[in-house]
């Protein structure tokens, strides 16, 4: 049973600031990629940022240079530090992991979070 849980969101007003954190806990043996997404309402789900195992990074055009996605591997826990919040980033932010069960499962299997609410106004 693997769970994924993000916490740290909240109300915040334009030109705040956020931390996000994503606890992942369950039979792991490791986490490949992972990565926040948001969904807005009306909208599709989007990708904002990944961070593979290794550190390697990647952004949204409209999170380059605002957020920034670290990750704790020794916690199995990934964070997204976001500044300079636009109300145009109000959404349910979700986690998602690539879970290695086993030693022997190198893809790994996606699990999400239940998502957290972000919302930016004055």
């Known amino acids: 049973q693997v769970q994924l849980v993000e916490s740290g969101g909240g109300l915040v007003q334009p030109g705040g600031s956020l931390r996000l954190s994503c606890a992942a806990s369950?039979?792991?043996?490791?986490?490949?990629?992972m990565g926040w997404y948001r969904q807005a309402p009306g909208k599709q789900r989007e990708l904002v940022a990944t961070i593979t195992s290794g550190g390697s990074t990647t952004y949204a055009d409209s999170a380059k240079g605002r957020f920034t996605i670290s990750r704790d591997n020794a916690k199995n826990t990934v964070y997204l530090q976001m500044r300079s919040l636009k109300p145009e980033d109000t959404a349910v932010y979700y986690c998602?992991?690539?879970?290695?069960?086993?030693?022997?499962?190198?893809?790994?299997?996606?699990?999400w979070g239940q998502g957290t609410q972000v919302t930016v106004s004055s």
């Open positions: 369950g039979s792991i043996f490791s986490i490949n990629t």
């Open positions: 998602k992991g690539a879970v290695r069960l086993t030693r022997f499962d190198f893809r790994g299997i996606d699990y």
